[in-house]
């Protein structure tokens, strides 16, 4: 792995001299980085997640992405796992992650009876970028960070009359791992996958009713979008649980994507998803997107992506000619979406978790995909702590889509 720091002075010198603590160790705990182990941390992921980013640009990436919505004013929190008797930079870093404070809605089991549920708004904390330094693994330093993590998160962060309900994390090795340390796999790990597209048909949006997504536009699609989830939510008739598609959501995976785009092309982008409909009308589709660069040369470009972060249908009960419009529109936004990835030299498009009336849309638009379940990446997986008690039954993962990936 590289590093940022002379031999002499790295955590890895020091631990070449002590002797490692087992893993049950009482002297291990979850404490926060110093600024220097920040970037110890950062340098050792660059080769996992720094994606097109060299590891200046990364380690530059990292630390913007501390101070953008979702993550500023504390909302985001560095943990590793540290021998508590080694001062801080001497001390290996044995184990690593962070955390995302992130607002949910809950509808509990009253719901189910048929009878309109309580929507509950209550906290979430996403778990992301675990990671255990390749010399320490096999030592079960990462199960005891995350042991640890699971039951401090019940109680991290939360004011009185919050309720954090349960931690999520997006396992990259399979269903398995996180499953017996807690985190049990949610909802429809599926996406669609549309191949880019070169016609002109999809590169102009130029009916009155059709349009680009702009960053100026996107407080005011996402509070209807909320709107929208506590209706449809409460007369669901489920136990269900969702991550509110909020615009700090949106606005973290845009600055992560025009950062990038700022170091690989010197310029941001613009175009941020595509709606067709009238607002008063109220039968508005749209989509919110974010551009992802995974390297350079054909092979990579064939990975870089254009995920949908948020797919929305504002129409109640659709009719039969209302699936026609929505159909249409949704052949718009997919064209629009394919056109886009193919100027920013990306090969493929992708829509988590469509839904059923997604999947029934979309066999008559005439438009190429494939259905993928995913079983090793991107695995949502939660560990429920209740709402009001911890044995409460597990809710249904609702809406399983990019936006609330971290």
Known sequence: ???????????????????????SSPSLHLTYPTPAECQQIWTLIHPSWGDSLSLPDFLSESAYLLTVP?????NMTLWILVDRNLPPDQRPILASCETFKKSA??????????AEGE????????IASVYCDPKYRGRGYAQRMMKELGEVLRTWQVSDGERCVGSLLYSDIGKVYYAK??????????????????TDESQKLESESESVVLDADLDALCKRDEDLVRKRLAGSGKNALMVLPDADHMRWHHAKEDFVCGRIFERKCPLKGALVGELDRKDRVWAIWTRRFYGAGETARRENTLYILRLVFEK????????AKMRRALKIVVRTAQAEAEFWG?????????SPLVLELIKGI?????LVEREQECIASLMWYGDGGRDEEAPEWTANEKFAWL
């Open 316 to 323: 109640e009960n659709p009719g039969k000619e209302d699936m």
């Open 346 to 354: 990306l090969g493929t498009v992708k829509l988590w978790d469509p």
């Open 366 to 370: 005439e438009v190429e995909y494939r």
């Open 181 to 198: 340390l807690g985190w049990e796999p949610v909802g429809r790990n599926t996406h669609l996958e549309f191949p880019t597209s070169k």
């Open 70 to 74: 979702l993550a500023r004013d504390g």
């Open 1 to 23: 792995m590289p590093s940022t720091f002379p031999a002499s002075d790295t955590a890895a010198d020091t631990a070449a001299n002590i002797d490692l603590p087992l893993s």
């Open 105 to 114: 809605v809950h509808v509990g089991a009253a719901a189910v009876t048929g």
């Open 119 to 126: 929507v509950r708004d209550v906290t979430l904390h996403g």
